[in-house]
């Protein structure tokens, strides 16, 4: 402090003072914690990025004293200093370059666990924890393209989504630290509803990762319907009696965390697979979604796969079978093996305005941006690559309404894999995605997608159509396994 003082430096001896508090908070020295930390605000000039910390800090103190209100304007005011430096957040500035999972993610988590576990949340509380849980996806994925490019829409979508699907349910699961919460928006009805299960710390990550091993393997196994049973007993047992009576259709879930690497799917009531009871999709948060309803004049597909073993990766022996029957269905254009190069799919994109991009290729999902990619013939396709790859100059302002993959998956070992998968989506300008979380058979694969391009054709939406083709395989004594069927998810729009 004296040193700072003497260099007549704000930011150091704002830096001195808030240190000094944090040692106070470690403590619990909370009074001489609090009034450290205000004079650490007090004397800081324009530096957002420290500001964010002592505020952030200011809330835990405040917490801790018992203090709801205030904490919870202190975590405010961090989140809007984090907003301010949204940019430097993820550009290569080492001066604010923070660890996200250690020094940002926290601070959105934190104010949920205020809004929902310190006294019974009102309407208020629940909007605003939801909101902050859809701010906190848009954060992660500007960490994940490492650039501030993810825009939004300010309203929340839920009169947009009455209207456009009135018997859809928006399912916001939240995984904090020793709970998992949830919260459910219903069809027609403006107040929120809530409930939440207490879990040892690390309980429901654990559980997901082990359900997630047991769904990519092709044979069932008690502990893996059990699994799965458990995890709709947090998720949507709660909540079936309301879903009857408002006669709910469709779940679209935002998910959290390590749930954005599971299929919801195929989560189990004890005697029946979700899919069996709901039409089901995900969004990366509804301020996202574009949700104009598919276009029903003929739909013009491109279509691009691998057949042959390329670049160290497998040979896809039905591909071609499962790009003929796509032709059958619908019209359009087709790269395969070596017509299927980024200058083609370039030029296709540039002389054409395809409704539908479907590649049958192997890919890649992760939680970093240079590990998310997709195969061509003559090289990877990375994700930062795939907004000038799929929005050309001359696409005549013609949004792809649905972009397919189908033969890519989830890094192994990666518990935000799935980042990956919305990230593709958001940088393909696509209005929906489909896309498997794990390789599944190749045959089985096939026949999904051309269950699922039938469905198109006779005028279903595309989860309609979707989980049309998850019931064909789930009929099928080859292929009941949800290893076959659950890992395709649809994400964003599913009209």
Same mark, same amino acid.
């Given at each position: ?6 260099? @007549? ?35 800081? #000039? ?63 988590? #934190? ?59 928006? %399912? ?18 403006? @107040?929120?509803?809530?409930?939440? %299960? ?24 008690? @502990? ?50 979700? %899919? ?45 079978? @499962? ?31 395809? =409704? ?26 990375? %994700? ?12 005549? #302002? ?45 045959? =089985? ?30 009929? =099928? ?19």
């Amino acid at each position: 402090m004296q040193q700072a003082q003497a260099l @007549e430096d704000p930011r150091s001896q704002s830096f001195a003072l808030g240190s000094l508090a944090m040692v106070y908070e470690h403590t619990q020295q909370w009074q001489s914690a609090q009034h450290l930390t205000q004079q650490a605000l007090q004397i800081l #000039q324009f530096s957002p990025d420290l500001a964010y910390r002592w505020q952030w800090q200011l809330g835990r103190i405040l917490k801790a004293q018992g203090d709801r209100t205030g904490a919870i304007a202190a975590y405010e005011a961090a989140l809007q200093s984090l907003q301010t430096i949204r940019g430097d957040l993820v550009a290569m500035n080492p001066a604010v370059q923070f660890s996200f999972r250690q020094s940002v993610e926290p601070v959105y988590r #934190q104010l949920v666990m205020l809004l929902l576990q310190m006294g019974t949340p009102t309407q208020a509380d629940l909007r605003q924890a939801r909101s902050t849980i859809e701010a906190l996806q848009l954060a992660e994925l500007d960490n994940f393209y490492r650039a501030a490019c993810v825009s939004a829409n300010p309203i929340l979508l839920d009169q947009v989504v009455d209207q456009v699907d009135p018997a859809a349910a928006v %399912v916001y699961p939240i995984i904090l630290a020793d709970h998992l919460e949830v919260i459910l928006k219903l069809p027609r009805q403006l @107040e929120l509803q809530h409930y939440s %299960v207490s879990l040892p710390p690390g309980q429901v990550e654990k559980i997901l990762e082990q359900l997630q091993q047991q769904l990519t393997r092709p044979y069932t196994t008690p @502990e893996g319907k059990a699994l799965a049973r458990q995890v709709y007993d947090w998720l949507i047992r709660p909540a079936e009696a309301m879903l009857a009576q408002y006669q709910v259709e469709t779940l679209a879930f935002v998910m959290d965390g390590s749930l954005r690497n599971l299929p919801m799917a195929a989560l189990y009531d004890g005697r029946h697979y979700l %899919v069996e009871r709901y039409r089901i999709a995900r969004a990366p948060g509804l301020q996202l979604l574009d949700m104009a309803p598919l276009a029903q004049q003929p739909l013009q597909v491109l279509k691009g796969g691998l057949t042959e073993a390329r670049q160290g990766f497998a040979a896809l022996p039905y591909v071609g079978q @499962e790009l003929r029957a796509i032709q059958s269905i619908m019209p359009g254009r087709t790269l395969l093996n070596q017509a299927f190069t980024v200058a083609n799919l370039q030029q296709q994109f540039n002389a054409h305005p395809f =409704s539908i991009v479907h590649l049958a290729t192997h890919g890649q999902f992760s939680s970093r941006s240079a590990d998310t990619f997709l195969l061509a013939w003559d090289r990877r396709i990375n %994700v930062n690559e795939l907004h000038e790859l799929f929005l050309a100059t001359d696409r005549r #302002q013609t949004a792809i309404q649905l972009l397919v993959l189908s033969a890519c998956k989830t890094a192994a070992g990666d518990r935000r894999a799935a980042l990956g998968l919305a990230g593709i989506a958001l940088r393909a300008g696509a209005r929906s995605t489909l896309a498997s979380l794990w390789y599944a058979d190749d045959q =089985s694969s096939a026949l999904l997608i051309q269950s699922f391009y039938q469905g198109l054709g006779q005028g279903m939406s595309k989860a309609a159509a979707l989980r049309h083709a998850q019931l064909q395989l789930l009929k =099928s004594p080859d292929f009941r396994h949800p290893a076959y069927w659950a890992g395709f998810v649809l994400l964003g729009n599913w009209l």
